[in-house]
């Protein structure tokens, strides 16, 4: 039986679609659920273009709700896809081990509250940091500080904006999310990545 995904969402959707295209006829995982916080957020219509049920909660902080969600599509593994917003207590407890995010960072660095899309990037290029990168991680309580499991950087150059900056780091998460997805399906559960593009020390 191929893992079943939940995947959360709140805005554009490229990584949802970066998945969907790696898992493309796959015997190992599959996406059963589109989750989002925002009934609007394009992720969600990209799910629909792709066949996949796509849903909105009423209330993202309700955790009986996710449950009854997540449950109701038999979801194995939760993967954060620029899901903006903290999972409620309840879901990482029924899940634990079995979250994954994506951030566009080289965590711990970069990370918590406040930290996601542009303020990212512009904190990086106010550090004079030499490189960035995208890390994917497990999930707990707390924004961005669950055990990582892999990393991938890319150089910060010269002239970068913050705009420049996301795009070659998401060029990055387009693979190291996928790649992870895709052990984690193998293993049964998520594991940590030697990974071509950087593993953690
Ligand atoms: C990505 O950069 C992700 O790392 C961050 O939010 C962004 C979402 O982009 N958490 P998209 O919606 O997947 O295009």
């Not at 849903?55 to 194995?76: A, C, K, N, P, T």
């Not at 994506?102 to 290029?125: E, S």
Request: glycine share 8%; aromatic share 4%; proline share 9%.
């Amino acid at each position: 039986m191929p893992m079943k995904l939940a995947v959360c969402v709140s805005g554009r959707g490229s990584n949802l679609v970066a998945l969907l295209e790696a898992l493309r006829g796959s015997k190992e995982a599959q996406v059963a659920l589109v989750l989002s916080n925002r009934p609007d957020a394009p992720a969600l219509d990209r799910a629909r273009e792709w066949g996949v049920p796509a849903e909105s909660l009423r209330s993202y902080r309700d955790g009986s709700e996710w449950l009854e969600r997540l449950r109701r599509h038999q979801v194995d593994l939760v993967v954060l896809a620029g899901y903006l917003k903290l999972v409620p207590p309840e879901v990482i407890r029924a899940y634990r081990g079995l979250i994954l995010n994506v951030h566009p960072a080289l965590l711990p660095a970069f990370g918590g509250p406040g930290m996601y899309g542009h303020h990212v990037h512009q904190a990086v290029l106010a550090s004079g940091a030499a490189q960035s990168g995208a890390t994917v991680h497990l999930v707990d309580e707390e924004y961005d500080r669950g055990p990582i499991l892999a990393q991938g950087r890319v150089p910060v150059l010269p002239g970068d904006t913050p705009e420049s900056l996301a795009a070659r780091v998401l060029e990055v998460e387009h693979r190291l999310l996928p790649e992870a997805v895709l052990r984690a399906a193998r293993a049964g559960h998520p594991v940590p990545l030697a990974d071509p593009l950087e593993s953690p020390a």
